[in-house]
């Protein structure tokens, strides 16, 4: 009588696959778009608490993610304003300064243009004009030297020089500063913008839009800058 066949063996149950686990932090690939939100989490901070009283951890509350995240893809908070710098404001500066440089002589053309950019550019990042009063014209803001040593010689001083040449030739007002037509063209758009809280609730005009706005610079700076 043959003798009863050994049982095989039996084989190792497979162990369950345990996912590895994430660097805190960390994320598992490239993600352009929260790196983008988290800038415009910043920006919102900045904006209404300023960049020097304003922790990392806020931003990481306003954008809904952890510390460790946001230092992952910004680093310290000085490499943080340095990214929405580079990422943000210079950009927008350079479509400002195409402008400068691709106008023609027409100087009101040119004002025109300069106007017009500008009220685009505000619309599409409404935040720039608060960030411009709390950042650079308050005492102690920090692009203030940003605006002074970068932005300065790429619009402002462009704008002056072309606004002196079109005087020079007779084709601008004599009675007219150059560099304060500068500053008047920035007062005309940047702060209607950052003051409209203000001054729509005294008037009750909430009937004034952009475009409201841009019109009235560009009749009032015909006027002012036609040669008498």
Not at 154 to 159: A, K, N, T
Request: net charge positive.
């Amino acid at each position: 009588m043959a003798s009863p066949r050994a049982p095989a063996p039996s084989r190792p149950a497979k162990r369950a696959k345990v996912p590895r686990k994430r660097t805190p932090g960390r994320p598992t690939g490239d993600s352009p778009d929260l790196r983008a939100r988290l800038l415009d989490a910043a920006i919102a901070c900045f904006t209404h608490d300023g960049i020097a009283a304003t922790s990392l951890r806020a931003i990481a509350t306003e954008g809904a993610v952890t510390p460790a995240l946001l230092h992952y893809y910004f680093g310290d908070k000085n490499q943080l304003v340095d990214a929405l710098v580079a990422e943000r404001l210079l950009p927008v500066l350079a479509e400002m300064r195409g402008v400068v440089e691709g106008a023609s002589d027409d100087v009101t053309a040119l004002i025109a243009g300069f106007v017009r950019k500008m009220s685009e550019m505000i619309e599409r990042h409404p935040w720039w004009p608060a960030l411009w009063v709390r950042e650079v014209l308050c005492e102690g803001g920090v692009l203030r030297e940003l605006v002074i040593s970068r932005v300065g010689p790429q619009i402002p001083q462009l704008l002056a020089t072309r606004f002196a040449e079109a005087q020079q030739q007779g084709r601008l007002n004599p009675n007219l500063d150059p560099r304060l037509l500068v500053v008047s063209l920035i007062g005309l758009t940047l702060f209607p913008a950052a003051g409209a809280p203000i001054w729509r609730g005294i008037f009750n005009a909430g009937d004034i839009d952009a475009v409201n706005i841009r019109d009235h610079a560009i009749a009032l700076l015909d006027h002012g800058v036609q040669v008498s």
